[in-house]
């Protein structure tokens, strides 16, 4: 079985900076990529970016120069900076663990923007 645990949430100020952390566990298949999606009250779950195992990252226009991914396969683990937090990213952050059989996902962890 495959655990995904993203952590990181919290509370942050509008131009701050905040990072996310997605751990994988378990019988961990073969990783192709890692993404995070995020989705805020009423609105639809929002891709934001993705690291590719081997090769490289990408990312959502919306969050595109502020956000950035980055991995550490020794630890498995896949992290989220994010700077100059806007408003319009609070949300709860998923983390999507993509192997060529299957997607695992995480609970989310909240962030929320306040001053």
């Known amino acids: 079985q495959v655990q995904v645990v993203e952590s990181g949430g919290g509370f942050v100020e509008p131009g701050g900076s905040l990072t996310l952390s997605c751990v994988v566990s378990?019988?961990?298949?073969?990783?192709?990529?890692t993404n995070w999606y995020r989705q805020a009250p009423g609105k639809e779950r929002e891709w934001v970016a993705r690291?590719?195992?081997?090769?490289?990252?990408n990312y959502a226009d919306s969050v595109k120069g502020r956000f950035t991914i980055s991995r550490d396969n020794a630890k498995n683990a896949v992290a989220l900076q994010m700077s100059n937090v806007k408003r319009e990213d609070a949300a709860v952050y998923y983390c999507?663990?993509?192997?060529?059989?299957?997607?695992?996902w995480g609970q989310g962890t909240q962030v929320t923007v306040s001053s």
């Open positions: 999507d663990v993509v192997s060529p059989f299957d997607d695992f």
């Open positions: 378990g019988r961990i298949p073969t990783i192709l990529s």
């Open positions: 690291i590719f195992t081997r090769g490289p990252a």
